[in-house]
């Protein structure tokens, strides 16, 4: 995660400076994304705990979300229960290629820029194709139905792309486990 990606300007920290919060921030999500819980802990440290879900790098992402993105399971649980994020926080990403594309022709009215809508991370854990992360998740409540614009729900993004059912999702079947 490069610097420039990272932006803490309404996130109170304990750190001095414009650098060190960037710094820090950097450190947590990436914590949250490749670390052990307890370097996630140590981590998170550097922020008020009311604090901790806003907390975002440059595309919308909190640590829940990065934590999805790693398929850092202990790190989501802890989130959840423990923190109380929000399960089904969507995120700024949305699909990149397709909101890439929008910009990159100019068009900035609301239909092309639905595009851009965000993901839940139950989605991110979908997309990187982890179905410990995406059982986990369902199991602390994720919604598989969620929407944002035209992106597809994460129950249908999963079946498009080639998963099996094989776990209960609120009142409807949620696809969990890839083929292969």
Same mark, same amino acid.
């Given at each position: ?88 926080? /969507? ?5 990149? &290629?397709?909101?890439?594309? @929008?910009? #990159? $022709? *100019?068009? %900035? ?36 139905? /969620? ?5 597809? &729900?994460?129950?249908?993004? @999963?079946? #498009? $792309? *080639?998963? %099996? ?16």
């Amino acid at each position: 995660m490069a610097d420039a990606d990272v932006h803490t300007s309404s996130v109170p920290c304990a750190a001095s400076g414009a650098m060190e919060a960037r710094q820090a921030t950097q450190r947590l999500l990436e914590a949250a994304r490749d670390g052990s819980l307890e370097d996630f802990s140590l981590a998170e440290k550097s922020f008020p705990a009311e604090d901790l879900a806003v907390v975002k790098e440059g595309h919308g992402r909190n640590a829940l979300h990065m934590a999805a993105l790693g398929g850092q399971l202990d790190i989501c649980n802890y989130l959840v229960m423990d923190r109380g994020f929000d399960i089904d926080q /969507v995120d700024e990403q949305g699909e990149y &290629a397709a909101c890439r594309l @929008a910009w #990159a $022709s *100019g068009r %900035t009215d609301a239909e092309h820029m639905v595009a851009c809508a965000g993901n839940t991370p139950l989605k991110h854990a979908l997309m990187q194709k982890q179905p410990g992360t995406v059982h986990k998740l369902l199991q602390l409540g994720a919604d598989a139905r /969620v929407t944002v614009g035209n992106d597809p &729900a994460p129950i249908h993004y @999963a079946a #498009a $792309s *080639g998963a %099996t059912c094989s776990a209960r999702c609120a009142h409807s079947v949620c696809c969990v486990a890839y083929k292969g």
